[in-house]
């Protein structure tokens, strides 16, 4: 009964991800959470759900190496933040639904939480202390 019940609601979020990929709405995010869902039942999408989770730190990687790439996510954070809550004030912009607006600031909040997990786990040069210890011998 468990993986019937598993196997619906990720083929579910998988299709309605599917169908936000060309609509407005979260595609990525409902197709990897159908697929995380049927990977607690299914090999086979445990090994797409694997090779995600590779992309995903792939990309991050790519976002820890380069200055440019963190501070032009974090400003397209702020941009999606900013035209979320101006829609959600009185402020009426083109396009831009109630929903959408919702969407916008979780998508900025959700960048957010990425750029400060790949700083967190930004690995440490050893390059500070030894430019420390050099500092204190010249004095």
């Keep these: 009964m468990k993986r019937v019940?598993?196997?619906v609601?990720?083929?579910?979020?998988l299709l309605a991800g599917l169908a936000l990929l060309?609509?407005?709405?979260?595609?990525?995010?409902?197709?990897?959470?159908?697929?995380?869902?049927l990977a607690?039942?299914?090999?086979?999408?445990?090994?797409?759900?694997?090779?995600?989770?590779?992309?995903?730190?792939?990309?991050?990687?790519?976002?820890?190496r380069s200055r440019w790439r963190a501070a032009f996510a974090g400003g397209s954070a702020v941009a999606l933040l900013a035209v979320g809550i101006i829609e959600l004030t009185p402020i009426d912009l083109p396009w831009v639904t109630n929903m959408s607006a919702v969407l916008l600031i979780f998508?900025?909040?959700?960048l957010?939480?990425?750029?400060?997990?790949?700083?967190?786990t930004r690995p440490r040069s050893?390059?500070?202390?030894?430019s420390a210890a050099a500092r204190s011998r010249r004095s």
Excluded: N
């Design 126 to 130: 050893s390059i500070a202390p030894a």
């Design 22 to 37: 060309v609509l407005p709405g979260p595609g990525f995010v409902c197709v990897f959470a159908g697929l995380f869902v």
């Design 112 to 120: 957010i939480g990425t750029l400060i997990y790949a700083e967190r």
């Design 9 to 13: 609601l990720g083929f579910v979020l």
């Design 40 to 64: 607690t039942q299914f090999d086979w999408a445990k090994r797409y759900a694997d090779a995600a989770k590779v992309q995903a730190h792939q990309g991050i990687e790519e976002v820890r």
């Design 5 to 7: 019940v598993v196997a």
């Design 107 to 110: 998508s900025g909040v959700g």
